[in-house]
């Protein structure tokens, strides 16, 4: 476990959506959140914050387990 540094308490990062496996950057100008998945290919996709959980759901990635 030498990676020990995870980005989830850098003030730039969703650690909602760090934890639950997305790749929750923020964009600290827009506030705009990325809505891709945690290492996930290409430049994020910042999208309006309320928009991460349904980008995310899509992708298999539940940031509500508890909301049916
Ligand atoms: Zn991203």
């Given at each position: 476990m030498a990676d020990?540094?995870?980005d989830n308490h850098n003030p730039n990062i969703v650690s909602d959506v760090a934890e639950a496996g997305g790749c929750g950057l923020k964009n600290l100008a827009t506030g705009a959140t990325c809505g891709l998945t945690a290492r996930h290919a290409g430049p994020c996709?910042?999208?309006?914050?309320?928009?991460?959980?349904?980008?995310l759901r899509?992708?298999?990635i539940d940031l509500?387990?508890?909301e049916q």
């Open positions: 020990d540094r995870t996709d910042f999208m309006a914050p309320h928009a991460v959980p349904e980008a899509e992708k298999g509500q387990s508890d």
